[in-house]
């Protein structure tokens, strides 16, 4: 029966080494192969800039995994077979892996479709997932924002999901976190200045790495390329609120027979 080495997804948090946990640097650190995602062969890895910032050079045996910036399925399809394949081929020499994952392995990552997909090629293969920092939470405390307090609400959702929707949740919710907001993000600041929420919108982008930035007069954004690694922090303090069912409810008295 073959065995396998166990495929380990390290969260790494969005861009400060300092934001690795102990059990993911452990993770790193123990001997384990390391593969990281680039967009394209021979392009730079985010994630793998990460721990190298930490102190952690680049061991000889890391090796890239592709996967392409496009929404052609076709063109997808391949990409993660490709990349599954060359996983289930490496764990099967019996070495642990461990996938170097910026943010957070269960937030918007590469990780969960790369494991689901070795899985279906090899069931036996153990996946360990290492929770860690997101972006939007490391993105709240550099700028001193609460995601949310008390009874609010938050939500978190792709940009792409467009306008009309963005719109329409900032009634539903207190905060809005609108991630990978770079492709509209004019359209979003003319919403939110057009609903009176500019003054409550911050702008983060590359939170936690060397040149991250940060925006607080999103309106200046206008007409500016950004970088894809950003996101959109927005608050609506006037939303109307439904009432709220406070303490344990009692259990319904059963009905007399």
């Known amino acids: ?16 080494p300092d934001l690795i946990t102990r059990r993911a640097w452990a993770a ?5 192969r390391w593969l990281y995602p680039v967009k394209k062969a021979e392009d730079a890895s985010y994630a793998l800039s990460i721990v190298e910032r930490g102190g952690l050079p680049k061991p000889a045996d ?13 063109i997808l399809a391949k990409a993660w077979a490709r990349a599954a394949t060359r996983t289930v081929e490496l764990l099967a020499e019996g070495r642990d892996l461990v996938f170097l994952v910026e943010g957070d392995a269960s937030t918007f990552a590469t990780f969960g479709h790369l494991a689901r997909v070795v899985r279906e090629l090899a069931p036996a293969v153990v996946v360990e997932t290492i929770p860690g920092v997101s972006s939007f939470a490391a993105a709240a405390a550099t700028t001193g924002v609460a995601l949310a307090e ?14 009309a929707v963005i719109d329409h949740l900032l009634d ?28 409550t919108a911050c702008f983060i982008e590359k939170v936690g790495a060397p040149d991250q930035r ?3 007069d999103v309106t200046c954004l206008k007409g500016q390329t950004v970088h894809y690694l950003s996101l959109m922090l ?18 319904s008295a059963a009905k007399a027979v």
Do not use: W
Not at 1 to 16: E, H, T
Not at 62 to 74: G, K, Q
């Open 1 to 16: 029966m073959q065995s396998y080495g166990k495929l380990i997804g390290a969260s790494l948090g969005p861009g400060d």
């Open 28 to 32: 790193v650190t123990s001997g384990a």
């Open 62 to 74: 890391a090796e890239a995994l592709v996967f392409p910036m496009t929404r052609d399925p076709e």
């Open 150 to 163: 008390e009874d609010e609400t938050i939500a978190v959702i792709p940009t792409a999901y467009g306008i």
């Open 172 to 199: 539903e919710f207190d905060t809005l976190v609108l991630m990978k907001v770079k492709p509209l993000i004019d359209d979003v600041i003319e919403l939110i200045e057009r609903r009176g929420l500019a003054a």
């Open 214 to 216: 940060i925006v607080r």
């Open 234 to 251: 927005v608050q609506n303090p006037g939303r109307a609120r439904g009432a709220l069912h406070r303490g344990c409810r009692k259990p």
